[in-house]
């Protein structure tokens, strides 16, 4: 099994960026995604089940959007508005657990993508 993590970049604050994570090896009904910033605990900021029900972050405040294409078994993270406070290692993760925030309930991880916005 593999996640692996695209999309992230520079970009200004205000601006956006779409990460991608393409599965390969099995289906998982849920997809989540996490960030890690320096010095900080990776922490959860959106995720979606196979039927395409979502869920948020509080932080995440309508700027962000979950997707998936099953067929392509590909999970997406639209950003707008991007802040400073954004910038961080995002990564795609995999679970079988409907709803869950919690890192350990995720058992397959991407290999992160590095968002950065400059202000």
């Known amino acids: 099994v593999q996640l692996q993590a695209s999309g992230g970049g520079l970009v200004q604050a205000g601006g956006s960026l779409r990460l991608s994570c393409a599965v390969s090896?099995?289906?998982?009904?849920?997809m989540g995604w996490f960030r890690q910033a320096p010095g900080m605990e990776r922490e959860f900021v959106a995720g979606?089940?196979?039927?395409?029900?979502?869920y948020y972050a509080d932080f995440v405040k309508g700027r962000f959007a979950i997707s998936r294409d099953n067929a392509k078994n590909t999970a997406y993270l639209q950003m707008i508005s991007l802040k400073s406070e954004d910038t961080a290692v995002y990564y795609c993760?995999?679970?079988?657990?409907?709803?869950?925030?919690?890192?350990?309930?995720?058992?397959?991880w991407g290999q992160g993508t590095q968002v950065t916005v400059s202000s």
């Open positions: 993760a995999a679970s079988t657990i409907w709803g869950s925030r919690r890192r350990d309930d995720y058992n397959y």
């Open positions: 979606i089940w196979s039927s395409g029900i979502t």
């Open positions: 090896g099995r289906t998982f009904s849920n």
